[in-house]
């Protein structure tokens, strides 16, 4: 299952130019990569109209792919598919990566659950607003003086924009901490479960637990065992 990480920041802060030298690195360690590049666009067109797929399209039809030899494009309408939270589209994208390593999320600013980087565009910006209003930001990507910013923000993790070696690392890192959440054992048999699967499994457990009398209102772990 992957790690989905998100590359975040304002318009032109150079977004892409990073993403892809991430790509091209983690792609040479042995790394499979997906991208998801998100946009407030509501206008591109993606395909042509009166074609096949934008006939699909115009009928509702809530998921339509296009399958050529070299390319798969799918064509998704989020209300369609009753996708409405980022919660609910973050499972999906781990189902849909499910055999990928990474997931580079470019974009993404409120993707609460994912955790993210900041590319910081402007000297001026101000970063304690910025951490403030987001969630799992892990650090800041600057283009130069990073001695200055690190004196300025000696709370936060700052990356060069050029020494996108170090970035790779850092990501590398998580990558290996990203272990399962659930530990499934069937006749004493550990049962092997994609991330999708086990926040299917976490979501409406928590709901039905919450509500119990007893349950410390934070919940760090729980244990459940099941004999027939």
């Given at each position: 299952?992957?790690?989905?990480?998100s590359?975040?920041?304002?318009?032109?802060?150079?977004?892409?130019?990073?993403?892809?030298?991430?790509?091209?690195?983690?792609k040479?360690?042995?790394?499979?990569?997906?991208?998801?590049?998100?946009?407030?666009?509501?206008?591109?067109?993606?395909?042509?109209?009166?074609?096949?797929?934008?006939?699909?399209?115009?009928?509702?039809?809530?998921?339509v792919?296009?399958?050529?030899?070299?390319?798969?494009?799918l064509?998704?309408?989020?209300?369609?598919?009753?996708?409405?939270?980022?919660?609910?589209?973050?499972?999906?994208?781990?189902?849909?990566?499910?055999?990928?390593?990474?997931?580079?999320?470019?974009?993404?600013?409120?993707?609460?659950?994912?955790?993210?980087?900041?590319?910081?565009?402007?000297?001026?910006?101000?970063?304690?607003?910025?951490?403030?209003?987001?969630?799992?930001?892990?650090?800041?990507?600057?283009?130069?003086?990073?001695?200055?910013?690190?004196?300025?923000?000696?709370?936060?993790?700052?990356?060069?924009?050029?020494?996108?070696?170090?970035?790779?690392?850092?990501?590398?890192?998580?990558?290996?901490?990203?272990?399962?959440?659930?530990?499934?054992?069937?006749?004493?048999?550990?049962?092997?479960?994609?991330?999708?699967?086990?926040?299917?499994?976490?979501?409406?457990?928590?709901?039905?637990?919450?509500?119990?009398?007893?349950?410390?209102?934070?919940?760090?772990?729980?244990?459940?065992?099941?004999?027939f």
């Amino acid at each position: 299952m992957p790690l989905l990480f998100s590359i975040s920041g304002y318009h032109n802060a150079g977004k892409t130019t990073l993403a892809l030298s991430l790509c091209e690195i983690l792609k040479t360690r042995g790394f499979k990569i997906a991208v998801v590049k998100s946009s407030k666009e509501k206008e591109i067109l993606t395909d042509t109209p009166k074609k096949d797929t934008w006939l699909y399209k115009e009928a509702e039809i809530p998921a339509v792919g296009l399958f050529q030899e070299n390319l798969f494009t799918l064509y998704i309408n989020p209300e369609g598919l009753n996708l409405s939270s980022f919660k609910e589209w973050y499972v999906y994208f781990l189902s849909l990566f499910w055999n990928f390593d990474i997931v580079i999320l470019e974009g993404f600013k409120n993707f609460d659950m994912v955790h993210k980087i900041w590319v910081v565009k402007e000297k001026n910006e101000d970063l304690k607003k910025i951490k403030s209003e987001l969630r799992n930001l892990l650090g800041f990507v600057v283009k130069n003086n990073i001695e200055e910013w690190k004196t300025n923000y000696p709370e936060e993790k700052f990356f060069l924009f050029e020494e996108k070696e170090v970035l790779t690392d850092f990501i590398e890192e998580l990558v290996k901490k990203h272990k399962p959440k659930v530990l499934l054992k069937v006749n004493d048999k550990k049962i092997h479960m994609k991330d999708f699967v086990e926040e299917i499994l976490i979501s409406p457990l928590l709901g039905f637990i919450k509500v119990l009398k007893g349950v410390p209102e934070k919940i760090e772990n729980i244990e459940i065992k099941i004999k027939f």
